[in-house]
């Protein structure tokens, strides 16, 4: 099956442009029921983690070390948890599958999303694939 190309991305020019390709480079993420979860300008696999519980970091504000991430949620707020951390507590907003519910991650503000500077997706909580096999989960099984 051929793939195909979207025609907004044909450009009479061949040379990228880096600020205005940025829109063909956003992932798109689903949770492990297949419900839509999240648009970002960056691939998740790239972006920081929490020492604490390995969430990965997403930046929704800019400030001096650096500019927000261009990112859509799509996810019902839950009610917050208390956390206890080393040193203290950690309130923690959650946000949830609109499907099936699951906990996808948290900010540490009520919402809407983006009103803290970050937000933190649960490691786990999302795929790229939407009830697909990735490709290379056979590589090796098949000497055909
Ligand atoms: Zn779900």
Redesign the pocket.
Known sequence: MPKVVSRSAVSSSTDAQPTASSAAALRVYY?????F?LVIDKSLATLPRRKTDNAIIIRAQDSDAGKARVFKLNAVSGDPVLLERQGGHERQYRFH??????A?GYQSSPPPVKSSPYFYILTGALTQMQGQVPQDAFDGANDS
């Open positions: 949770c492990i029921c297949g419900e979860i599958c609109p499907r099936c519910s699951l996808i």
